[in-house]
């Protein structure tokens, strides 16, 4: 079945981006939480929450989440 990805990258606000694979830009260094839900056509549900550190060098690199 076809599957929806949500994002919250900052779980301290309401920004939401959707897709699989995305990219994120945070406009101060510090801890973020963030949270994907990924919604099946049937109606199932998935939750995966984590953290971001971000520094201010510039040179952060890529994060990878493999469900």
Not at 1 to 24: E, S
Not at 50 to 62: A, C, D, K, L, P
Request: hydrophobic share 30%; with cysteine; aromatic share 10%.
């Amino acid at each position: 079945g076809l599957l929806d990805y949500f994002w919250f990258p900052n779980t301290a606000t309401t920004a939401t981006v959707q897709g699989q694979d995305i990219t994120v830009t945070y406009d101060s260094p510090g801890t973020y939480n963030w949270q994907m839900v990924v919604v099946g056509d049937n109606g199932g549900r998935c939750e995966v929450n984590g953290t971001i550190t971000v520094t201010s060098g510039g040179g952060g690199g890529e994060g990878h989440i493999q469900l």
